[in-house]
């Protein structure tokens, strides 16, 4: 502990002392509120009491008027004890010096400045200067100028200070109370950061005996805080390498506009759409502290069906998961402009038969009036669109293996030619009646029925009949869009994130939640997408109605150390950018363990996780597996490890512990420890696609990374 910075912790805490007796004493005077009855009491006994006394009275009445009145602002956005603020901001203008402290809510009382970090002006002066900068800005009908004497990110967790970071020190409390100091180099972001000094062939850097994490919301730097103040009318791509930040800068973004303006933005109107559940459920949790609770998160799936039951009403049974080739082709940019050359049109071009059908017997729970889609969209079609006629037109060319083979010839060999043939005779069996139909002579009920009381088409192809995809979803969305007629509800603020996962039938579709506004931001990395459905950033701004939205590019990664960050890039080859992104910091270097076979390096797997979690309960560790079948054979390893978890769904706890889960799901997320099991070639082949998935998978590590190969180690590993 250098002495020198025995001061710092001095003043900090006794700064937090301050703030914590300002907190009681508020809440004393807001206890000591007063009943109406209460007041008219006091009121009717000063008419009464003799002049010497009414003074006194007078006193008390004022005093409890006021504290009546108290405004509402300080009833709702509530400090919290726990963790009242996290930054602390010094600045001198002449002789004057002001303390402020950066908070997620609003406290002025007893000499304490406490502002919220959203919509105070001062938060910009601690987002874009550094201790001893001078700074010139521009608050709403005022210049201010001065220097910055004192800058600092406090953590402080259950009311007691743990760590202090200065522009160039770290300190924090170790469990017996005494102070450590480091150079604030090592302690870029996380706790865990520290002891990085580990073996590789040790798995553990002591993450997890840390509790208390820094918030971000005091770590945004200049850069990130400049994106989420782009003003809120104007549409914004984030764009950076993994952990570069841009989920963290979208929904800051997205939590600024709508606390500075929430009659304009309303919060809960607001929708944040995301590919998978883990990152829906991951964003909902970030949201909550910085004030987006009540935003809309939705995966990409629930998303489309909600749209759908808006526009068409009732839905046919929806097929989750289609062949994985099917569901390539129904989401890849030369079926939607092989869709749109057909079916993009006001007219049926071809002479099939009209997708529309008058208003009386359409399905549509909300059919606009005709005046209205005039108005909104330019000549109305004959009626609104039936998804009957609309999905029978799909199935027909789906259906059609000269149709197809013009889209996979079209994709650039990104579609492969078995696609025409899983698609052909995955749609013969949606298009197969229903057994239910077939059946319909047998009325025995009981007869319709497996021994085990399932259904009789339950896992056997049948049940497949009468369902659609719901990758069409989308699509048909889109073609209302294209004819004019898809009328969506406007949100105040759109967040697509990881949106290089959407296709143009998605963007299409969820213009229609922005199309007067362009409202959006959207968050993406071009060397993450792990469907071939991405048709690059000009044509998915295009798509999505706003062509010239503001980009900004991220330029450091903070959630992978250095040896991460470079088997990131090496594992990426040609794929990589041309300018890595800086890691913010060193760690761990990367394990490489390679076996024979997979039993002999899962059962040295499963012990070294069993000594992990023993060791460091509090951290997270992630298993990510190729496949998930990959995930359900290792799980049966470890699972009677308390904390092991398999998820195959993205439904993340976010506990401390391990998960055992898949590349599908992991998207967005991060983990302490990141393992892969199966580094080998068969699992992650040496395609563009072998090469982002893997790449996805080790950039979800914050801390260290283990790469095991049972067998023929990947060829992209260095
Ligand atoms: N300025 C910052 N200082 C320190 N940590 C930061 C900063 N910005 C973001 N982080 C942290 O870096 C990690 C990655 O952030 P985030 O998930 O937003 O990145 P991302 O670019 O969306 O990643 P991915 O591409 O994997 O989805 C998170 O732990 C976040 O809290």
Known sequence: MTPALHPAI??????????????????????????????????????????EDASGLLHELALKQRLRNLPDRFRENEVSADSPYLGHLRIRDGNEVRDYLLGHATFIDDGIRLVDWRVAPVAQIFYRYREGDSFEESFPGRDVSGVVELRRVVVIHRGVLVQILGDDFALWRGPDGSWTSEDRAVFAMSPGGAGSAARPGMLGVGIGEREARTDVTALLDAEQFRAISTPPEEPLLVLGSAGSGKTTVALHRLARLTAKDPARYPVARSRVVVPEEGLARLSARLLQPIGGGPAQV???????????????????PLCMEPPALVSSLKRHPALYDALRKRLGGKRDEDGAPSLHREPEASNRKEAPSREARAEESGPAPAGPISLFALRRRLATLFTDRTFLGGVVAASGGTLPIPAIEDTVQHTMKQLAATLDRQLASITDDERKQAIDGRNLAEG????????????????????????????????????????????LFDLEALAGLVRRTGRVTLAGDEAQQTHASFA????????????????????????????????????????????PARASRDGAPVGRFAFPDEAQAWLFLSGALRDLVEREPRASVAVIAHDAATARRFHGLVEEIASARLVADG????????????????????????????????????????????????TRASHQLWLVSPGTASARLP
């Open 10 to 51: 001095a003043e900090e805490e006794a700064l937090l002392a301050r703030v914590h007796a300002a907190l009681v004493s508020r809440k004393s005077r807001r206890s000591n509120r007063v009943s109406s009855d209460e007041l008219r009491e006091l009121r009717d006994e000063a008419v009464e009491v003799r002049a």
């Open 298 to 316: 939705r995966t990409m799936d629930s998303a489309f069906v909600a749209l759908a039951n808006h526009v068409f009403g009732k839905l046919p």
């Open 460 to 503: 056997t192809p049948d049940e497949l009949a009468g369902s659609i995809d719901v990758e069409e979803l989308p699509l048909l969305l889109a073609i209302l869009a294209w004819r004019g007629a898809l009328r969506l509800p406007e949100v105040s603020h759109l967040v697509l994130d990881e949106a290089e996962d959407f296709s």
């Open 536 to 579: 690059g950033w000009e044509r998915s701004l295009a798509t999505l109605g706003v062509a010239g939205a503001s980009t900004c590019r991220l330029p450091v990664s903070y959630r992978c150390p250095r040896p991460i960050a470079e088997v990131a890039r090496e594992i990426l080859g040609h794929l990589a950018p041309q300018a």
């Open 651 to 698: 439904r993340f706890t976010f506990e401390p512990g391990l998960d055992v889960t898949d590349v599908d799901c992991v998207k967005g997320l991060e983990f302490d420890y990141v393992v892969v099991p199966d580094a080998t070639a068969a699992a992650w082949p040496e395609t563009d696609d072998g090469r982002r998935r893997l790449h996805v998978a080790v």
